[in-house]
């Protein structure tokens, strides 16, 4: 993930310098055959050039903000994610230090039984971050297995529902019909787990469009083609003067800034794939882990 702004060129320049090399190929290649066969046997109307330019930088811009709104929803639903996670260890913490909350089986060994939870709602936080790239059966440590047998999760299904399942199942069954507030605000907890895991799921199982995306990478590339014969040579101090060779790195910068937009816009379009642009979600999920352990060193330090 790109974090300042000299990473930022420097990432820029990777993805930018490829499309510099091409386009100077191809604008080296046009020049010398105009120069080789005549000046201006194929130049196109500059105002041509113009409008088709304004049409596609403003095809580009739309596309751009369209991509930067859905990393950025992205990004919102893994803050929230972060937040909801947060509340939940805290109550959890707070909820199972009184024992009038629970039936009567169940008000044994209550630390232990809020330690698991909140080590499986980080379980659950790692598994919804393996899915969204792709690791539907990841390894687990010998310690998730133990957890994930105790509860009983069924490892055939899809373990992120089976694991919100088997939390829900435990607060179900612990608590008292005395405390309907606390096990209803953990029960709403849980539904927004629900709702966040929809969001990330809809935005990474439904792609840009990709006949979208298919007309912008034609319509880019064809203007681009197109810019050597909008532009020619220059005639700047006549044939001899060698300004004429300054249609060169103008016409690779115009194609370059094009194609560098449109290849962003591609990559902030998949805010959940592992590329240099994509929403942090492993540092994120990280820090929630980080979170969940840190209220269960608590518990552990009250338990002692």
């Given at each position: 993930m790109v974090r300042t702004e000299k990473q930022g060129f420097l990432q820029l320049a990777k993805i930018a310098f490829p499309f510099v090399i091409a386009t100077a190929v191809y604008s080296i290649l046009v020049l010398g055959l105009e120069e080789y066969f005549g000046d201006h046997i194929y130049k196109v109307s500059g105002q041509i050039g113009s409008v088709f330019g304004l049409a596609v930088a403003f095809f580009l811009g739309f596309r751009m903000n369209s991509a930067y709104d859905r990393w950025w929803e992205a990004r919102k639903i893994f803050g929230e994610l972060t937040n909801n996670t947060r509340s939940f260890a805290a109550k959890i913490y707070v909820y199972y230090g009184n024992s009038q909350n629970f039936r009567s089986e169940?008000?044994?060994?209550?630390?232990?039984?809020?330690?698991?939870?909140?080590?499986?709602?980080?379980?659950?936080?790692r598994q919804l971050k393996n899915e969204m790239h792709n690791n539907f059966k990841p390894a687990f440590s010998e310690d998730a297995d133990k957890l994930l047998s105790r509860f009983q999760v069924n490892r055939e299904h899809k373990l992120s529902n089976e694991l919100l399942l088997a939390i829900t199942q435990n607060i179900e069954s612990a608590f008292?019909?005395?405390?309907?507030?606390?096990?209803?605000?953990l029960m709403q907890h849980l539904n927004r787990f629900h709702d966040i895991q929809g969001k990330a799921e809809r935005i990474?199982?439904?792609?840009?469009?990709?006949?979208?995306?298919?007309?912008?990478?034609?319509?880019?590339?064809?203007?681009?083609?197109?810019?050597?014969?909008?532009?020619?040579?220059?005639d700047l101090g006549g044939e001899k003067s060698g300004f004429e060779f300054l249609a060169i790195p103008i016409m690779v910068i115009i194609s370059t800034v094009f194609l560098t937009i449109n290849k962003l816009a591609n990559l902030f379009a998949e805010p959940f794939s592992e590329n240099i642009t994509s929403v942090p979600i492993d540092a994120i999920c990280q820090t929630i882990e980080q979170n969940c352990n840190e209220v269960r060193l608590k518990i552990e330090s009250v338990k002692s």
């Open positions: 169940k008000q044994w060994d209550l630390s232990n039984q809020a330690s698991d939870l909140i080590a499986l709602t980080a379980l659950y936080v008292s019909a005395n405390a309907t507030i606390e096990k209803g605000d990474k199982n439904t792609p840009f469009l990709m006949i979208y995306t298919a007309f912008t990478k034609l319509i880019v590339g064809f203007y681009v083609i197109l810019i050597p014969l909008f532009i020619g040579d220059i």
